[in-house]
């Protein structure tokens, strides 16, 4: 869905799910926030609408989590550059709110879980990069890319500009409706109906928010045009009078032209055709509200007092004819016919009156109205208005009453029906959400049994360990990682000489982020995570056996640590679990068999980098919760504390540091900005450092191994999106190479131990 279906999107979501998201986001605090432009592309932006959900890596859930509802929120479509707006939340930003959304017909678990309802404010044509790039200028951190967090002020100029952009007959109507078209169309006159309450004008209060389906729980958002209306509201008030058909029919909106004066209101809430009659009891037949959910019903005397009042609005048989030459071919239901039966009926006999008395109403308007006193629409002649009532017996008048009762009943029972069905149907989707989410964790599992059961039938475990006893020594053993496609669970023995690569016995579980050690014939492999969740767990592997061995958690979950063997025990350093950076240090002893507490480091550092050399533990680098250190520190069982050493040059994270001679190579990494391809030398003897030959290209979360006093950095991540396959060698006497194996492909976040 967001650009790149990108691998470094993908990987780094658990990576930096909180502020550690440094190169993608701005990190605006709550109260800056102002909206949010989501992602998508011709291939996800359907299901965008359609499911009325926009969605993010979770890299961005450090401000996804801070839209509240009724935020005003854009879609910019990656295929054409195009932002389409305005949207707005109908609900706060969540983590999976549909787990399987733009996953392949829901296949897989989504990559975009950072998401958030929506519903549509206004529809507007999208705008192109080059029509709102100069308002999002700060925002470019390249010339491709640029944040997705808006402040307030951007926020307004984005709404601003797509109003000032719309075409000067564009229709502004909401592009999702579940409102009804009419059978019957009205004359383009809008007044305010007899008997529907007083319409309130629309203020930005919590109270009110008329784009907002969630505006009784949260505060609107103060919108562009909202500040426009605002800051005219004398003169603008009788144009914000709305009648509560509106808020059932699209049509009517185009329809109605607004009142200014109060008596001329008064005057034609009188003059009402039979057509509005329909149109009336079309508005307030019972139906559930599509914004609230509360049903409405007809009040038959504010129909008949509607058709009662009308004086010229055309014939009988052309409300006929426009019924049955509806354009939009919708006929109308038995009960409606009926309607229309009864209000011919009723216009026939007020029009006969009407020209029988023409004469007699207006000599009886000379008689009847005061001087100086405006006229009335509800205001009528005695004599007239009782050869209006003689016409209609009242055994007539409560038959009509009682069949309109009639129908009326009918369309409650069959509205209740329908919102019963409905709630059946929403329990139901809970339901199958439910069993959805359920069977999707249990395919997960089924598919690691079946790579197992694979791996063996392919490499029987009797073979495998002959295997393992003919391998190379020593060989490079590459622990699991991520290849782009799917976090791997693998072990695997490399042979830089003969370009092989062997598949050994994998984990019980795919583990990426993590950190392995090796010790005694074993490599012990801990933390890290599978993508989705962090891990304590510990896999103990054996050389001898080829199979691997459950051992004693750590203390905690973490991820992106750093790992050493020293003095026949294994070392845990720093690392996180996407909410919180640690300092601690971890020691675990085979013979002792738990994880006790060392002392802490003097920072917190999440993917540092750390050796052992003479045996001192050096940590360089890491994320230290706010920002990429270039710090370094030292620590010497002997003394039993940590010491601060001298800061590197170029601030890094998820870089390698390995061993060359008596020296410590700090190589590539991430500085807080990109991947970089430096290298920096620290010389213990001399306490400090010096720059070293570059890589040929830059590199971070690559496998770094010493192996026939050379460095070798296998994979990685070369930029944001792009995971390498290739291999990067360090000869002090010859330089830096690339060799092009063709065995390994592409691998990243994996680690590697040489034995």
């Known amino acids: 869905m967001l650009e790149g279906g990108g691998a470094y999107n993908l990987a780094m979501q658990t990576h930096q799910q909180t502020n550690k998201s440094v190169e993608l986001t701005r990190n605006l605090r709550e109260n800056q926030l102002g909206g949010v432009i989501f992602g998508c592309k011709y291939d996800t932006i359907d299901e965008c609408f359609k499911k009325q959900l926009f969605g993010l890596p979770s890299v961005h859930y450090s401000y996804v989590r801070n839209v509240k509802p009724g935020m005003p929120l854009f879609l910019f479509n990656y295929s054409d550059r195009k932002l389409h707006g305005i949207f707005e939340a109908a609900s706060p930003g969540q983590m999976y709110i549909d787990p399987y959304a733009w996953s392949n017909n829901g296949s897989l678990r989504t990559a975009f879980p950072a998401q958030v309802r929506i519903c549509t404010k206004t529809q507007y044509p999208p705008l192109l990069e080059s029509q709102f790039k100069t308002l999002l200028g700060d925002n470019y951190y390249n010339h491709h890319h640029f ?21 000067a007959n564009f229709n502004q109507v909401a592009a999702v409706s579940s409102k009804k078209n009419l059978a019957v169309s009205s004359p383009p006159t809008k007044v305010k109906l007899p008997g529907v309450p007083e319409p309130k004008k629309v203020t930005n209060s919590k109270e009110t928010n008329p784009f907002s389906v969630l505006s009784s729980r949260a505060a609107p958002f103060i919108w562009a045009d909202d500040v426009d209306s605002a800051s005219n509201t004398d003169e603008k008030t ?24 109060p008596d001329e209101l008064s005057q034609n809430s009188q003059d009402k055709t039979v057509e509005q009659g329909v149109e009336l009891v079309e508005c307030n037949h019972p139906d559930a509200n599509p914004m609230n959910g509360e049903r409405v019903t007809i009040d038959e005397s504010m129909l008949l007092n509607s058709v009662s009042g009308h004086n010229d609005a055309g014939t009988v048989d052309k409300i006929e004819s426009d019924v049955h030459n509806n ?24 029009q006969q009156v009407a020209l029988s008395n023409h004469d007699a109403v207006e000599s009886c308007s000379d008689q009847c109205v005061p001087e100086g006193k405006p006229v009335n629409a509800n205001f009528s002649c005695d004599p007239l208005v009782s050869t209006v009532e003689d016409k209609i017996s009242p055994e007539e008048r409560h038959r009509d009453y009682a069949e309109l009762r009639q129908i009326i009943a009918d369309l409650d029972k069959r509205a209740a029906a329908l919102e019963k069905k409905q709630n059946v149907s929403d329990q139901d989707i809970i339901f199958l959400r439910e069993v959805v989410k359920d069977s999707g964790r249990k395919v997960q599992q089924l598919e690691y049994i079946v790579d197992e059961l694979q791996f063996k039938f392919d490499s029987p475990l009797s073979h495998l360990g002959s295997m393992c006893n003919t391998l190379a020594k020593p060989s490079i053993f590459l622990i699991g990682g991520y290849n782009g496609v799917t976090w791997l669970s693998s072990l695997d023995s490399f042979c830089p000489e003969k370009d092989t690569l062997v598949g050994l016995t994998p984990m019980s579980s795919p583990r990426s982020y993590a950190s392995a ?23 103990c592997y054996s050389s001898r056996n080829n199979e691997w061995t459950e051992c004693p958690s750590l203390n905690r979950k973490k991820g992106s640590l750093a790992g050493i063997s020293l003095n026949s025990k294994i070392y845990a350093i720093g690392g996180g679990d996407g909410n919180e950076t640690f300092s601690e240090v971890e020691m675990f002893d085979p013979y002792l068999g738990k994880w006790i507490c060392g002392p802490p480091m003097l920072i917190s550092r999440f993917a ?55 020296s410590l190579y700090a190589i ?13 030398i620290y010389d213990p003897r001399l306490n400090a450092w010096r720059m070293g030959d570059p890589m040929s290209s830059p590199r971070g979360y690559a496998a770094a191994v010493n192996l026939d006093g050379s460095v070798y950095l296998i994979g990685g991540l070369q930029s944001n999106v792009l995971i390498l396959d290739t291999v990067e060698v360090y000869n002090p006497s010859s330089g830096w190479s690339v060799l092009g194996f063709s065995s390994l492909g592409k691998r990243s976040f994996s680690s590697a131990v040489v034995m």
Request: charged residues 25%; negative net charge; aromatic residues 8%.
């Open 608 to 662: 540092l980098a750390a050796t052992e050399l003479n045996g001192i533990i050096y940590a360089a680098g890491g994320y230290d919760g706010s920002t990429y250190s270039g710090s370094a520190e030292r620590y010497d069982q002997r003394e039993g504390v940590w010491v601060r050493l001298p800061s590197m040059n170029t601030r890094r994270g998820c870089h390698n540091l390995t061993v060359l001679g008596e």
């Open 238 to 261: 009788s144009e914000e009078l709305v009648s509560d058909c509106d808020d059932l029919d699209d049509n009517l909106q185009d329809q109605c032209v607004p009142h200014s004066n």
């Open 517 to 539: 050690a090796a010790l005694d014939g074993h490599i012990f492999a801990f933390g890290g995570g599978d993508g989705m969740s962090w891990y304590n767990t510990v896999e």
């Open 668 to 680: 590539g990494g991430y500085n807080g900005d990109k991947m970089v391809s430096s290298v920096e």
């Open 327 to 350: 354009p939009d071919g919708v006929e109308l239901q038995p009960e409606r016919q009926t309607i229309l039966k009864k209000l011919k009926e009723l216009f026939s006999i007020r």
């Open 147 to 167: 944040y997705f967090e808006l402040d307030h002020a951007q926020t307004r100029a984005l709404i601003s500009l797509f109003k000032s952009l719309a075409p």
